[in-house]
């Protein structure tokens, strides 16, 4: 082999090398994008995702500007500290503390929560306003005075229970899209999707201590003539 003939095919070498370092580090970088790409997809859809995945599935909806309107219009007498059990977006939460309730808002979705804050403080609402990541059946919402909900039908029998245990005699809870099943509701606001249903506290309440007594009397019956 001559001399010239090595040299070339040292640079033929050396080219070939470096064609393959080029590819591979683009087959690298290429790789890194596309997980970087999955990862924060991955990211931003899950919390919308997981929800639906759940035994009961609570959906974001956002509410419509006339059921916000019914709702602040069936609260109007009342005042206080204010509950939305699924805040979605924070529009309900938000609009009852411009009307000067204290309010707070439970919602699973973190994208959904920060949002929520940071349109509080665009909206100059965020010292009256309060948003938390949070499972709605780990929270107790004994200390609310004010409770709205947009449920789905498979938890409101669920919900119904919850809140008529924890809830004080003088609380009202607003339930939007779906009444509850068992409650009497003491009026109603708005039509078709934009209905909402005004509950009393003491009247859920004292239903739920007559059901309990009448259980109670059935059972102690059934044991005396059990013993009889």
Not at 168 to 181: G, I
Request: net charge positive; glycine share 8%; charged share 20%.
């Amino acid at each position: 082999m001559s001399q010239e003939t090595f040299f070339l095919d040292s640079g033929q070498n050396k080219g070939a090398v470096t064609e393959r370092k080029s590819r591979n580090r683009l087959g690298l970088v290429i790789t890194g994008v596309v997980g970087g790409s999955l990862v924060a997809l991955y990211a931003v859809t899950a919390p919308f995702v997981t929800p639906a995945l759940r035994k009961i599935c609570l959906p974001f909806v956002p509410a419509t500007t006339a059921q916000v309107e019914n709702v602040l219009s069936v609260l109007r007498p009342r005042a206080g500290t204010l509950v939305d059990i699924g805040s979605g977006d924070g529009r309900i939460v938000i609009a009852a503390a411009k009307r000067g309730f204290v309010a707070s808002g439970f919602e699973l979705n973190p994208w959904l929560v920060w949002y929520s804050r940071y349109k509080a403080w665009r909206e100059g609402v965020h010292r009256s306003t309060s948003f938390h990541i949070s499972d709605l059946w780990k929270v107790s919402f004994a200390q609310y005075s004010n409770v709205v909900i947009f449920g789905v039908p498979q938890m409101m029998d669920q919900l119904e229970l919850k809140l008529a245990n924890e809830l004080a005699s003088t609380a009202k809870v607003v339930a939007c899209r779906f009444p509850f099943p068992t409650w009497v509701p003491e009026h109603t606001a708005g039509e078709g999707i934009d209905t909402v249903w005004v509950y009393d506290a003491n009247t859920f309440k004292s239903h739920l201590r007559h059901g309990t007594a009448t259980k109670t009397t059935a059972e102690q019956k059934d044991t005396q003539d059990s013993h009889s």
